[in-house]
Protein backbone atom coordinates (compact mmCIF):
# COMPACT_ATOMS: atom_id res chain seq x y z
CA UNK A 1 0.00 0.00 0.00
CA UNK A 2 1.16 3.79 -0.56
CA UNK A 3 3.05 5.03 2.26
CA UNK A 4 1.11 8.58 2.71
CA UNK A 5 -0.32 9.76 5.87
CA UNK A 6 -3.46 11.30 6.22
CA UNK A 7 -3.94 11.04 2.56
CA UNK A 8 -0.59 12.91 1.60
CA UNK A 9 1.91 11.22 -0.88
CA UNK A 10 5.48 11.40 -0.87
CA UNK A 11 6.83 10.21 2.21
CA UNK A 12 10.28 9.01 0.54
CA UNK A 13 12.54 8.42 3.63
CA UNK A 14 11.73 8.68 7.02
CA UNK A 15 15.49 8.62 9.04
CA UNK A 16 14.53 11.04 10.72
CA UNK A 17 11.48 9.83 12.30
CA UNK A 18 13.78 7.68 14.82
CA UNK A 19 17.69 9.11 14.40
CA UNK A 20 17.70 8.49 18.14
CA UNK A 21 17.16 4.85 18.15
CA UNK A 22 13.57 4.02 19.53
CA UNK A 23 13.36 8.09 20.71
CA UNK A 24 11.14 9.45 19.13
CA UNK A 25 10.29 12.79 20.03
CA UNK A 26 6.62 14.09 20.50
CA UNK A 27 7.79 18.02 20.66
CA UNK A 28 9.91 19.17 18.27
CA UNK A 29 11.70 22.95 18.97
CA UNK A 30 12.19 25.50 15.86
CA UNK A 31 16.07 26.40 15.68
CA UNK A 32 17.96 29.48 14.49
CA UNK A 33 18.33 29.71 10.78
CA UNK A 34 15.52 26.53 10.43
CA UNK A 35 11.79 27.28 9.18
CA UNK A 36 8.66 24.14 8.42
CA UNK A 37 10.18 23.52 5.36
CA UNK A 38 13.69 22.37 6.53
CA UNK A 39 12.03 20.65 9.35
CA UNK A 40 9.66 18.60 6.89
CA UNK A 41 12.81 17.48 5.06
CA UNK A 42 14.16 15.78 7.59
CA UNK A 43 11.11 13.22 8.27
CA UNK A 44 10.85 12.99 4.42
CA UNK A 45 7.92 15.40 4.10
CA UNK A 46 7.35 18.45 1.53
CA UNK A 47 5.94 21.17 3.88
CA UNK A 48 2.43 21.04 2.99
CA UNK A 49 2.83 17.25 4.28
CA UNK A 50 4.08 18.41 7.38
CA UNK A 51 1.79 21.41 8.05
CA UNK A 52 -0.99 19.01 7.07
CA UNK A 53 0.52 16.20 9.51
CA UNK A 54 1.46 18.20 12.45
CA UNK A 55 -2.08 19.98 12.30
CA UNK A 56 -0.10 23.52 12.35
CA UNK A 57 -2.29 26.66 11.66
CA UNK A 58 0.11 28.72 10.30
CA UNK A 59 4.09 28.86 9.14
CA UNK A 60 5.10 31.46 10.86
CA UNK A 61 7.82 29.97 12.39
CA UNK A 62 10.11 31.66 15.17
CA UNK A 63 12.97 30.32 17.19
CA UNK A 64 11.95 28.41 20.16
CA UNK A 65 7.74 27.15 18.68
CA UNK A 66 7.34 24.19 19.86
CA UNK A 67 5.58 21.77 17.66
CA UNK A 68 3.88 18.88 18.54
CA UNK A 69 3.92 15.68 16.51
CA UNK A 70 1.45 13.01 16.42
CA UNK A 71 2.72 10.18 18.62
CA UNK A 72 1.21 7.51 20.97
CA UNK A 73 2.42 4.68 23.28
CA UNK A 74 2.19 1.31 23.14
CA UNK A 75 0.20 -0.47 25.78
CA UNK A 76 1.42 -3.26 27.99
CA UNK A 77 0.93 -6.48 26.66
CA UNK A 78 0.55 -4.89 22.98
CA UNK A 79 2.29 -4.31 19.60
CA UNK A 80 3.05 -2.47 16.55
CA UNK A 81 0.37 -3.88 14.76
CA UNK A 82 -2.19 -3.31 17.00
CA UNK A 83 -1.01 0.44 17.34
CA UNK A 84 -1.12 0.98 13.64
CA UNK A 85 -4.53 -0.93 13.24
CA UNK A 86 -5.91 2.17 15.94
CA UNK A 87 -4.74 4.55 13.77
CA UNK A 88 -6.13 3.23 10.60
CA UNK A 89 -2.33 2.90 9.45
CA UNK A 90 -1.29 -0.19 7.02
CA UNK A 91 1.81 -1.31 8.61
CA UNK A 92 3.97 -0.19 5.68
CA UNK A 93 2.67 3.48 6.50
CA UNK A 94 3.37 3.22 10.00
CA UNK A 95 7.05 1.07 9.66
CA UNK A 96 8.18 3.85 6.66
CA UNK A 97 7.42 6.23 9.03
CA UNK A 98 8.65 5.07 12.15
CA UNK A 99 12.01 4.11 10.25
CA UNK A 100 10.82 0.16 11.28
CA UNK A 101 13.01 -1.72 8.80
CA UNK A 102 12.24 -5.53 10.26
CA UNK A 103 8.38 -5.30 11.64
CA UNK A 104 8.92 -9.14 12.28
CA UNK A 105 11.21 -9.11 14.53
CA UNK A 106 10.80 -5.61 15.90
CA UNK A 107 9.84 -5.99 20.17
CA UNK A 108 7.99 -3.16 21.06
CA UNK A 109 7.94 -1.85 24.51
CA UNK A 110 5.52 -0.74 26.32
CA UNK A 111 5.13 2.95 26.48
CA UNK A 112 7.52 3.54 23.41
CA UNK A 113 6.87 6.14 21.56
CA UNK A 114 5.82 5.99 18.21
CA UNK A 115 5.01 8.06 14.88
CA UNK A 116 1.11 7.98 13.82
CA UNK A 117 -1.60 9.25 11.73
CA UNK A 118 -3.05 12.77 12.90
CA UNK A 119 -6.85 11.77 13.43
CA UNK A 120 -7.90 15.62 13.72
CA UNK A 121 -10.35 15.93 11.14
CA UNK A 122 -10.45 19.69 11.50
CA UNK A 123 -9.55 21.77 8.43
CA UNK A 124 -5.51 23.08 8.49
CA UNK A 125 -5.58 26.78 7.43
CA UNK A 126 -1.94 27.22 4.90
CA UNK A 127 -1.43 30.76 3.73
CA UNK A 128 -1.50 32.03 0.17
CA UNK A 129 1.95 32.51 0.16
CA UNK A 130 2.25 28.43 0.24
CA UNK A 131 4.33 27.14 -2.69
CA UNK A 132 1.70 25.08 -3.52
CA UNK A 133 -0.90 26.52 -5.69
CA UNK A 134 -4.30 25.72 -4.85
CA UNK A 135 -5.09 24.97 -8.85
CA UNK A 136 -2.80 21.62 -7.96
CA UNK A 137 -5.14 20.29 -5.51
CA UNK A 138 -7.40 17.13 -6.26
CA UNK A 139 -10.91 18.62 -7.86
CA UNK A 140 -13.25 19.87 -5.16
CA UNK A 141 -15.99 16.99 -6.20
CA UNK A 142 -13.91 13.79 -4.94
CA UNK A 143 -12.03 16.34 -2.16
CA UNK A 144 -15.46 16.98 -0.68
CA UNK A 145 -16.09 12.97 -1.08
CA UNK A 146 -13.20 12.63 1.91
CA UNK A 147 -9.99 13.25 -0.12
CA UNK A 148 -9.24 9.74 -1.56
CA UNK A 149 -6.48 10.94 -3.74
CA UNK A 150 -4.67 14.24 -2.66
CA UNK A 151 -3.41 15.25 -6.52
CA UNK A 152 -0.67 16.01 -8.10
CA UNK A 153 0.41 19.07 -10.35
CA UNK A 154 -2.02 19.89 -12.95
CA UNK A 155 -0.63 18.79 -15.65
CA UNK A 156 -0.51 15.12 -14.64
CA UNK A 157 -4.40 16.13 -13.47
CA UNK A 158 -4.99 17.15 -17.56
CA UNK A 159 -2.79 14.02 -18.75
CA UNK A 160 -5.31 12.02 -16.70
CA UNK A 161 -8.01 13.27 -17.60
CA UNK A 162 -7.60 12.74 -21.26
CA UNK A 163 -6.31 9.22 -21.12
CA UNK A 164 -8.45 8.40 -18.70
CA UNK A 165 -11.28 10.42 -17.98
CA UNK A 166 -10.20 10.59 -14.40
CA UNK A 167 -8.31 12.62 -12.20
CA UNK A 168 -6.42 9.60 -11.12
CA UNK A 169 -4.80 7.11 -13.08
CA UNK A 170 -5.29 3.50 -13.21
CA UNK A 171 -3.00 2.81 -10.38
CA UNK A 172 -3.95 5.35 -7.89
CA UNK A 173 -7.84 3.95 -8.11
CA UNK A 174 -6.29 0.62 -7.72
CA UNK A 175 -4.16 0.90 -5.20
CA UNK A 176 -6.02 3.48 -2.71
CA UNK A 177 -9.18 1.71 -2.88
CA UNK A 178 -7.47 -1.53 -1.69
CA UNK A 179 -6.00 0.59 0.83
CA UNK A 180 -9.02 1.78 2.36
CA UNK A 181 -10.43 -1.57 2.37
CA UNK A 182 -8.07 -3.33 3.85
CA UNK A 183 -7.66 -0.73 6.66
CA UNK A 184 -11.38 -0.15 7.61
CA UNK A 185 -14.52 -2.45 7.97
CA UNK A 186 -17.41 -1.68 6.36
CA UNK A 187 -15.40 0.63 2.75
CA UNK A 188 -18.19 1.02 0.40
CA UNK A 189 -20.52 4.02 2.05
CA UNK A 190 -17.37 5.62 2.80
CA UNK A 191 -16.95 9.02 0.80
CA UNK A 192 -13.47 8.50 0.29
CA UNK A 193 -14.31 4.72 -1.09
CA UNK A 194 -17.72 5.78 -2.86
CA UNK A 195 -15.86 8.95 -4.26
CA UNK A 196 -13.74 6.58 -6.20
CA UNK A 197 -15.68 4.08 -7.24
CA UNK A 198 -17.58 6.78 -9.21
CA UNK A 199 -14.15 7.33 -10.97
CA UNK A 200 -14.36 4.16 -12.64
CA UNK A 201 -15.67 4.37 -16.23
CA UNK A 202 -15.04 2.67 -19.30
CA UNK A 203 -12.06 4.28 -20.09
CA UNK A 204 -10.38 2.84 -17.41
CA UNK A 205 -11.94 0.01 -15.82
CA UNK A 206 -10.06 -3.11 -17.31
CA UNK A 207 -6.61 -1.56 -16.06
CA UNK A 208 -8.10 -0.41 -12.34
CA UNK A 209 -9.78 -4.19 -12.02
CA UNK A 210 -5.96 -5.62 -13.26
CA UNK A 211 -3.72 -3.13 -11.15
CA UNK A 212 -6.33 -4.25 -8.11
CA UNK A 213 -5.13 -7.79 -8.85
CA UNK A 214 -1.87 -7.03 -8.97
CA UNK A 215 -1.27 -4.51 -6.27
CA UNK A 216 1.60 -6.07 -4.20
CA UNK A 217 -0.21 -6.37 -0.76
CA UNK A 218 -3.28 -8.29 -2.34
CA UNK A 219 -1.60 -11.57 -1.51
CA UNK A 220 -4.94 -13.80 -2.29
CA UNK A 221 -5.25 -11.95 -5.32
CA UNK A 222 -8.88 -10.40 -4.33
CA UNK A 223 -10.70 -9.40 -7.71
CA UNK A 224 -12.21 -5.78 -6.80
CA UNK A 225 -15.96 -7.11 -7.00
CA UNK A 226 -14.83 -9.81 -4.55
CA UNK A 227 -13.27 -7.20 -1.61
CA UNK A 228 -16.70 -5.00 -2.38
CA UNK A 229 -19.29 -7.72 -1.65
CA UNK A 230 -17.22 -9.14 1.27
CA UNK A 231 -17.42 -5.84 2.65
CA UNK A 232 -20.05 -7.39 5.44
CA UNK A 233 -20.28 -4.19 7.48
CA UNK A 234 -21.35 -2.13 4.53
CA UNK A 235 -25.29 -1.75 3.44
CA UNK A 236 -25.92 -4.58 0.84
CA UNK A 237 -27.49 -2.52 -1.38
CA UNK A 238 -24.83 -0.33 -1.60
CA UNK A 239 -22.41 -2.85 -2.32
CA UNK A 240 -24.56 -3.99 -4.89
CA UNK A 241 -24.81 -1.01 -6.63
CA UNK A 242 -20.73 -0.43 -6.64
CA UNK A 243 -20.98 -3.75 -8.38
CA UNK A 244 -23.00 -2.93 -10.87
CA UNK A 245 -21.29 0.50 -11.45
CA UNK A 246 -18.07 -1.65 -12.22
CA UNK A 247 -20.53 -3.61 -14.91
CA UNK A 248 -21.98 -0.79 -16.55
CA UNK A 249 -18.28 0.51 -16.82
CA UNK A 250 -17.37 -2.94 -18.37
CA UNK A 251 -20.44 -2.79 -20.55
CA UNK A 252 -19.76 0.38 -22.50
CA UNK A 253 -16.35 0.19 -22.63
CA UNK A 254 -17.44 -3.78 -24.79
CA UNK A 255 -20.83 -2.46 -25.84
CA UNK A 256 -22.46 -5.59 -23.96
CA UNK A 257 -26.34 -6.43 -25.06
CA UNK A 258 -28.65 -5.89 -22.11
CA UNK A 259 -29.52 -9.62 -21.90
CA UNK A 260 -25.86 -9.70 -20.34
CA UNK A 261 -26.63 -7.35 -17.44
CA UNK A 262 -29.50 -8.85 -16.69
CA UNK A 263 -27.46 -12.00 -16.63
CA UNK A 264 -24.76 -10.50 -14.15
CA UNK A 265 -27.18 -8.92 -12.08
CA UNK A 266 -29.05 -12.30 -11.66
CA UNK A 267 -26.19 -13.48 -10.67
CA UNK A 268 -25.21 -10.90 -7.87
CA UNK A 269 -28.92 -10.75 -6.72
CA UNK A 270 -28.98 -14.80 -6.41
CA UNK A 271 -25.34 -14.55 -4.23
CA UNK A 272 -26.84 -12.07 -2.04
CA UNK A 273 -29.85 -14.09 -1.48
CA UNK A 274 -28.56 -17.45 -0.52
CA UNK A 275 -26.54 -18.50 2.80
CA UNK A 276 -23.26 -18.19 3.84
CA UNK A 277 -20.63 -16.02 2.18
CA UNK A 278 -20.50 -14.69 -1.67
CA UNK A 279 -19.16 -16.61 -4.52
CA UNK A 280 -17.66 -14.33 -7.12
CA UNK A 281 -16.40 -16.73 -9.05
CA UNK A 282 -18.90 -16.70 -12.01
CA UNK A 283 -19.04 -12.99 -11.71
CA UNK A 284 -15.83 -12.21 -12.05
CA UNK A 285 -15.80 -14.83 -14.94
CA UNK A 286 -18.32 -12.76 -16.91
CA UNK A 287 -16.19 -10.06 -16.51
CA UNK A 288 -13.07 -11.78 -17.63
CA UNK A 289 -14.85 -13.13 -20.49
CA UNK A 290 -16.58 -9.47 -21.61
CA UNK A 291 -13.09 -7.72 -21.43
CA UNK A 292 -11.37 -10.85 -23.24
CA UNK A 293 -8.25 -11.35 -20.51
CA UNK A 294 -5.73 -14.23 -21.13
CA UNK A 295 -6.67 -15.62 -18.07
CA UNK A 296 -9.73 -15.56 -15.86
CA UNK A 297 -7.89 -16.73 -12.78
CA UNK A 298 -6.16 -13.39 -12.35
CA UNK A 299 -9.99 -11.92 -11.28
CA UNK A 300 -10.84 -14.63 -8.79
CA UNK A 301 -10.00 -14.96 -5.89
CA UNK A 302 -7.93 -17.72 -4.61
CA UNK A 303 -9.85 -19.71 -2.00
CA UNK A 304 -8.41 -22.44 -0.47
CA UNK A 305 -9.63 -26.11 -0.87
CA UNK A 306 -13.20 -24.72 -2.26
CA UNK A 307 -14.57 -27.36 -4.91
CA UNK A 308 -10.90 -28.90 -4.58
CA UNK A 309 -10.98 -32.55 -3.93
CA UNK A 310 -8.48 -34.64 -1.44
CA UNK A 311 -6.97 -35.88 -4.54
CA UNK A 312 -5.55 -32.33 -5.75
CA UNK A 313 -3.72 -32.00 -2.47
CA UNK A 314 -0.06 -31.98 -2.29
CA UNK A 315 1.19 -35.33 -0.56
CA UNK A 316 -1.90 -37.35 -1.51
CA UNK A 317 -2.57 -40.60 -3.32
CA UNK A 318 -5.24 -42.20 -5.27
CA UNK A 319 -5.11 -45.84 -5.78
CA UNK A 320 -7.69 -48.52 -6.36
CA UNK A 321 -8.17 -50.00 -2.16
CA UNK A 322 -5.83 -52.56 -1.82
CA UNK A 323 -7.13 -56.66 -1.73
CA UNK A 324 -6.23 -56.51 2.58
CA UNK A 325 -8.67 -53.71 2.97
CA UNK A 326 -12.22 -53.57 4.43
CA UNK A 327 -12.86 -52.65 0.76
CA UNK A 328 -11.62 -55.25 -1.94
CA UNK A 329 -13.74 -54.51 -4.42
CA UNK A 330 -13.82 -51.08 -4.03
CA UNK A 331 -12.03 -47.93 -6.14
CA UNK A 332 -11.97 -44.79 -4.73
CA UNK A 333 -14.38 -43.13 -7.02
CA UNK A 334 -17.13 -45.44 -5.82
CA UNK A 335 -15.94 -45.43 -2.42
CA UNK A 336 -16.67 -41.46 -2.64
CA UNK A 337 -20.07 -41.89 -4.81
CA UNK A 338 -20.82 -43.89 -1.74
CA UNK A 339 -19.95 -41.30 0.75
CA UNK A 340 -22.30 -38.76 -0.80
CA UNK A 341 -25.06 -40.93 -1.03
CA UNK A 342 -24.63 -41.98 2.69
CA UNK A 343 -24.42 -38.40 4.17
CA UNK A 344 -27.74 -37.21 1.46
CA UNK A 345 -29.33 -39.90 4.06
CA UNK A 346 -27.82 -38.50 6.88
CA UNK A 347 -28.82 -35.09 6.15
CA UNK A 348 -32.25 -36.07 4.88
CA UNK A 349 -33.24 -37.67 8.17
CA UNK A 350 -31.50 -35.13 10.31
CA UNK A 351 -33.78 -31.97 8.22
CA UNK A 352 -37.07 -34.59 9.04
CA UNK A 353 -35.84 -33.93 12.76
CA UNK A 354 -35.52 -30.33 11.99
CA UNK A 355 -38.81 -30.13 9.98
CA UNK A 356 -40.90 -31.71 13.08
CA UNK A 357 -39.41 -29.87 15.70
CA UNK A 358 -40.38 -26.38 13.86
CA UNK A 359 -43.91 -28.01 12.84
CA UNK A 360 -43.26 -28.22 8.74
CA UNK A 361 -43.85 -30.26 7.11
CA UNK A 362 -41.53 -32.02 4.97
CA UNK A 363 -40.96 -32.79 1.22
CA UNK A 364 -37.71 -33.78 -0.64
CA UNK A 365 -37.41 -30.59 -2.65
CA UNK A 366 -37.40 -28.49 0.23
CA UNK A 367 -33.54 -29.14 0.71
CA UNK A 368 -30.58 -27.75 -1.38
CA UNK A 369 -28.28 -31.07 -1.36
CA UNK A 370 -25.48 -28.52 -2.76
CA UNK A 371 -23.35 -28.29 -0.43
CA UNK A 372 -22.76 -32.26 -0.50
CA UNK A 373 -20.68 -31.37 -3.65
CA UNK A 374 -17.97 -30.10 -2.13
CA UNK A 375 -17.05 -34.01 -0.50
CA UNK A 376 -13.63 -34.58 -1.23
CA UNK A 377 -12.42 -38.16 -2.54
CA UNK A 378 -11.20 -40.37 0.34
CA UNK A 379 -6.89 -40.21 0.50
CA UNK A 380 -5.36 -43.59 1.06
CA UNK A 381 -2.05 -44.38 0.99
CA UNK A 382 0.04 -46.62 -1.50
CA UNK A 383 -1.37 -49.91 0.33
CA UNK A 384 -4.87 -48.75 -0.20
CA UNK A 385 -5.33 -47.87 2.98
CA UNK A 386 -8.36 -44.64 4.45
CA UNK A 387 -5.79 -42.31 5.98
CA UNK A 388 -6.06 -38.63 7.17
CA UNK A 389 -4.86 -35.97 5.00
CA UNK A 390 -1.30 -34.62 6.31
CA UNK A 391 0.35 -31.88 4.18
CA UNK A 392 4.10 -31.21 3.47
CA UNK A 393 5.46 -28.63 5.46
CA UNK A 394 4.06 -25.48 4.43
CA UNK A 395 7.56 -23.14 4.82
CA UNK A 396 7.36 -19.53 6.81
CA UNK A 397 7.12 -16.44 4.28
CA UNK A 398 9.53 -14.35 5.98
CA UNK A 399 12.63 -15.05 8.41
CA UNK A 400 11.45 -18.34 10.82
CA UNK A 401 10.76 -18.20 14.13
CA UNK A 402 11.62 -21.71 14.72
CA UNK A 403 8.12 -23.08 15.56
CA UNK A 404 5.71 -25.22 13.81
CA UNK A 405 2.13 -25.37 14.31
CA UNK A 406 -0.11 -28.51 13.45
CA UNK A 407 -3.23 -26.73 12.26
CA UNK A 408 -6.14 -29.26 11.71
CA UNK A 409 -9.59 -28.55 10.27
CA UNK A 410 -12.12 -30.43 12.14
CA UNK A 411 -13.68 -33.83 10.84
CA UNK A 412 -13.66 -33.88 7.00
CA UNK A 413 -12.15 -37.28 6.53
CA UNK A 414 -13.53 -41.27 6.00
CA UNK A 415 -13.87 -43.63 8.44
CA UNK A 416 -11.54 -46.49 7.88
CA UNK A 417 -14.21 -48.80 9.61
CA UNK A 418 -17.16 -48.63 7.38
CA UNK A 419 -16.00 -45.92 4.50
CA UNK A 420 -18.43 -43.55 5.95
CA UNK A 421 -17.79 -39.71 5.23
CA UNK A 422 -17.35 -37.33 8.26
CA UNK A 423 -19.69 -34.21 7.87
CA UNK A 424 -19.37 -33.16 11.39
CA UNK A 425 -22.21 -31.36 12.31
CA UNK A 426 -25.14 -30.23 10.66
CA UNK A 427 -27.13 -26.95 10.98
CA UNK A 428 -30.30 -25.70 8.09
CA UNK A 429 -31.21 -22.37 6.73
CA UNK A 430 -33.70 -21.16 4.73
CA UNK A 431 -33.04 -19.76 1.59
CA UNK A 432 -34.68 -16.58 0.14
CA UNK A 433 -36.22 -19.16 -2.54
CA UNK A 434 -37.65 -20.91 0.66
CA UNK A 435 -35.43 -23.85 0.31
CA UNK A 436 -33.60 -24.75 3.17
CA UNK A 437 -29.56 -25.32 2.84
CA UNK A 438 -27.32 -27.29 5.73
CA UNK A 439 -24.37 -25.78 7.67
CA UNK A 440 -21.89 -28.43 7.77
CA UNK A 441 -19.53 -28.22 10.07
CA UNK A 442 -16.01 -30.04 8.43
CA UNK A 443 -17.45 -27.60 5.14
CA UNK A 444 -17.25 -24.67 7.57
CA UNK A 445 -14.06 -24.91 10.15
CA UNK A 446 -11.91 -25.16 6.82
CA UNK A 447 -11.34 -21.53 6.46
CA UNK A 448 -10.86 -20.90 9.75
CA UNK A 449 -7.78 -23.54 9.87
CA UNK A 450 -6.81 -21.96 6.28
CA UNK A 451 -6.95 -18.53 7.23
CA UNK A 452 -4.71 -19.24 10.44
CA UNK A 453 -1.52 -21.15 8.38
CA UNK A 454 -1.74 -18.06 6.41
CA UNK A 455 -2.08 -15.82 9.48
CA UNK A 456 1.22 -18.10 10.74
CA UNK A 457 3.07 -18.48 8.53
CA UNK A 458 2.83 -14.18 7.67
CA UNK A 459 4.58 -14.30 11.12
CA UNK A 460 7.45 -17.10 11.10
CA UNK A 461 5.85 -20.24 11.39
CA UNK A 462 5.77 -23.26 9.79
CA UNK A 463 2.81 -25.06 9.23
CA UNK A 464 1.18 -28.51 8.42
CA UNK A 465 -2.05 -28.92 7.61
CA UNK A 466 -4.10 -32.25 8.28
CA UNK A 467 -7.79 -33.19 8.43
CA UNK A 468 -9.48 -36.49 8.64
CA UNK A 469 -11.51 -38.95 10.79
CA UNK A 470 -10.78 -39.52 14.03
CA UNK A 471 -10.01 -43.46 13.52
CA UNK A 472 -8.00 -42.98 10.24
CA UNK A 473 -6.01 -41.01 12.42
CA UNK A 474 -5.96 -43.71 15.40
CA UNK A 475 -5.81 -46.37 13.23
CA UNK A 476 -2.63 -44.88 11.17
CA UNK A 477 -1.00 -43.10 14.10
CA UNK A 478 -0.57 -40.36 11.50
CA UNK A 479 0.01 -37.66 14.59
CA UNK A 480 3.11 -39.68 15.99
CA UNK A 481 4.44 -40.21 12.68
CA UNK A 482 4.65 -36.54 12.21
CA UNK A 483 5.83 -35.26 15.51
CA UNK A 484 8.90 -38.21 14.95
CA UNK A 485 9.17 -36.61 11.65
CA UNK A 486 9.65 -33.40 12.75
CA UNK A 487 11.89 -34.50 15.38
CA UNK A 488 14.36 -35.86 12.77
CA UNK A 489 13.85 -33.62 10.27
CA UNK A 490 12.08 -35.71 8.14
CA UNK A 491 9.06 -33.56 7.92
CA UNK A 492 11.43 -30.19 7.55
CA UNK A 493 14.38 -31.53 4.49
CA UNK A 494 16.63 -32.00 7.67
CA UNK A 495 15.69 -28.89 10.03
CA UNK A 496 14.84 -30.77 13.40
CA UNK A 497 12.00 -28.79 15.53
CA UNK A 498 12.38 -29.46 19.51
CA UNK A 499 8.73 -30.96 20.82
CA UNK A 500 8.52 -27.65 22.79
CA UNK A 501 8.71 -26.24 19.71
CA UNK A 502 5.56 -27.53 18.12
CA UNK A 503 1.75 -27.59 19.13
CA UNK A 504 -1.18 -28.67 17.64
CA UNK A 505 -4.53 -26.40 17.10
CA UNK A 506 -7.82 -28.37 15.90
CA UNK A 507 -10.98 -25.97 14.46
CA UNK A 508 -14.30 -27.06 15.36
CA UNK A 509 -18.00 -25.59 15.74
CA UNK A 510 -19.97 -26.76 18.71
CA UNK A 511 -23.19 -28.18 18.46
CA UNK A 512 -26.18 -29.26 20.77
CA UNK A 513 -29.02 -30.80 21.07
CA UNK A 514 -31.59 -28.36 21.41
CA UNK A 515 -34.17 -27.59 18.55
CA UNK A 516 -32.82 -24.12 18.63
CA UNK A 517 -29.75 -22.81 20.85
CA UNK A 518 -28.83 -19.42 20.07
CA UNK A 519 -25.41 -19.44 22.77
CA UNK A 520 -22.69 -17.42 20.63
CA UNK A 521 -19.84 -18.44 23.03
CA UNK A 522 -16.56 -20.14 21.54
CA UNK A 523 -14.69 -22.38 23.90
CA UNK A 524 -11.10 -23.99 24.00
CA UNK A 525 -10.79 -27.07 25.02
CA UNK A 526 -7.67 -29.15 25.74
CA UNK A 527 -6.97 -32.34 28.07
CA UNK A 528 -4.75 -32.87 30.61
CA UNK A 529 -2.40 -35.06 29.18
CA UNK A 530 0.69 -33.05 27.98
CA UNK A 531 2.10 -30.53 31.51
CA UNK A 532 2.01 -27.31 28.87
CA UNK A 533 -1.46 -27.74 27.02
CA UNK A 534 -3.37 -25.92 30.15
CA UNK A 535 -0.73 -22.97 29.66
CA UNK A 536 -1.29 -22.99 26.09
CA UNK A 537 -5.35 -23.36 26.33
CA UNK A 538 -5.34 -20.39 28.55
CA UNK A 539 -3.23 -18.06 26.73
CA UNK A 540 -5.29 -18.08 23.35
CA UNK A 541 -8.45 -17.84 25.63
CA UNK A 542 -7.43 -14.75 26.96
CA UNK A 543 -6.73 -13.35 23.74
CA UNK A 544 -9.97 -14.75 22.13
CA UNK A 545 -11.93 -12.25 25.02
CA UNK A 546 -9.46 -9.54 25.17
CA UNK A 547 -7.80 -9.14 21.85
CA UNK A 548 -8.57 -5.62 20.95
CA UNK A 549 -11.90 -4.68 18.69
CA UNK A 550 -13.14 -8.50 19.75
CA UNK A 551 -16.29 -9.58 20.52
CA UNK A 552 -15.69 -13.07 20.43
CA UNK A 553 -16.94 -14.98 23.88
CA UNK A 554 -14.75 -17.64 24.73
CA UNK A 555 -14.40 -19.66 28.19
CA UNK A 556 -12.17 -22.82 29.11
CA UNK A 557 -13.22 -26.18 28.42
CA UNK A 558 -11.23 -29.12 30.16
CA UNK A 559 -12.42 -32.65 27.90
CA UNK A 560 -11.16 -36.41 29.04
CA UNK A 561 -11.42 -39.51 27.47
CA UNK A 562 -15.11 -40.21 25.98
CA UNK A 563 -16.81 -36.83 26.42
CA UNK A 564 -17.08 -36.47 22.25
CA UNK A 565 -15.22 -38.39 19.55
CA UNK A 566 -13.23 -35.62 18.17
CA UNK A 567 -11.26 -35.80 21.46
CA UNK A 568 -8.88 -38.19 20.17
CA UNK A 569 -6.77 -34.76 18.49
CA UNK A 570 -5.68 -33.96 21.87
CA UNK A 571 -6.05 -37.08 23.77
CA UNK A 572 -3.43 -38.87 21.14
CA UNK A 573 -1.37 -35.63 20.78
CA UNK A 574 -1.16 -34.66 24.35
CA UNK A 575 1.09 -37.15 25.58
CA UNK A 576 4.24 -35.42 23.20
CA UNK A 577 3.20 -31.85 22.37
CA UNK A 578 0.51 -29.33 23.85
CA UNK A 579 -2.65 -29.35 21.77
CA UNK A 580 -6.42 -27.27 21.78
CA UNK A 581 -9.78 -27.65 20.41
CA UNK A 582 -11.07 -24.43 19.12
CA UNK A 583 -15.12 -24.58 19.44
CA UNK A 584 -15.54 -21.40 16.99
CA UNK A 585 -19.23 -21.16 17.23
CA UNK A 586 -22.13 -23.15 17.57
CA UNK A 587 -23.15 -23.99 14.29
CA UNK A 588 -27.16 -24.64 15.18
CA UNK A 589 -27.96 -20.93 16.63
CA UNK A 590 -28.70 -18.09 14.50
CA UNK A 591 -25.85 -16.24 16.26
CA UNK A 592 -23.83 -18.98 15.93
CA UNK A 593 -24.08 -19.46 12.39
CA UNK A 594 -23.72 -15.76 11.83
CA UNK A 595 -20.64 -15.54 13.55
CA UNK A 596 -19.43 -18.72 11.75
CA UNK A 597 -19.68 -17.23 8.33
CA UNK A 598 -18.46 -13.34 8.81
CA UNK A 599 -15.04 -13.03 7.80
CA UNK A 600 -14.72 -10.41 10.55
CA UNK A 601 -15.13 -13.04 13.16
CA UNK A 602 -12.91 -15.32 10.92
CA UNK A 603 -10.12 -12.72 11.09
CA UNK A 604 -10.21 -11.61 14.86
CA UNK A 605 -10.79 -15.32 15.86
CA UNK A 606 -7.77 -16.58 14.09
CA UNK A 607 -5.67 -13.34 14.97
CA UNK A 608 -6.55 -13.80 19.00
CA UNK A 609 -5.16 -17.45 18.71
CA UNK A 610 -2.51 -16.59 16.93
CA UNK A 611 -1.36 -13.62 19.70
CA UNK A 612 -2.44 -16.54 21.94
CA UNK A 613 0.40 -18.29 20.26
CA UNK A 614 2.94 -15.89 20.20
CA UNK A 615 2.55 -15.64 23.94
CA UNK A 616 2.91 -19.04 24.73
CA UNK A 617 5.97 -19.48 22.41
CA UNK A 618 7.35 -16.22 24.51
CA UNK A 619 7.21 -14.17 20.91
CA UNK A 620 6.17 -10.77 21.91
Not at 207 to 222: A, F, G, H, I, R
Not at 327 to 347: E, F, R
Not at 593 to 608: G, I, T
Request: with cysteine; charged share 25%.
Amino acid sequence: MSSNVNGLDGFKNQSAASANGNTRAEVILVKKGENIAIIAKRFGMSKEEFIKWTGLKGINERVGQKIKLPTAKIEKGKGIYALARKYNMTMDEFCKLNNIKDRQNYQAKAGEVFYVKNNNKKSIKIPKNSAKSSKSDVKPSSAAAGGAIIGNVVGKLVENKNKWNSSYSPDEIANKLYEIADNSWGAVGRPDFDALIKEINPKNVSEVLESYVKNKNNKDKESLIYTITHEIKSNKSARKAAVMKIYDAIAAKKNAPATRRKEFEKELNQQFSGFGMVNTQRLDGIVAELLKLPSKKVYIKKIYMENVTKSNLPGSRQVKLSEKSKYPNQTVASLHKQAIQGADKKMRERFKEYCEAHKLVYTPDMLDTTALSRIPKPVVDSQGRIVPYVSEILKPKVQPNGKVVVVNSGHGGYNPNNGSFDVGSFSFVKKDNGKYAPHIEYDKVQQYALSMSDWLRDQGYAVVLTQGNYLAYSHSKALTSLYNDLASGKKAGGQKYSKNDIALVSFHADSSNKTVDENDRSSVCYCPGHPETFKLAEKINYNLNHNEGTWVKSGLEKRTTGTKQQVWILTESSPQIPAVLLETAHINGAKGRSNLDAWLFREKFVDSAVQGLNQYFGLN
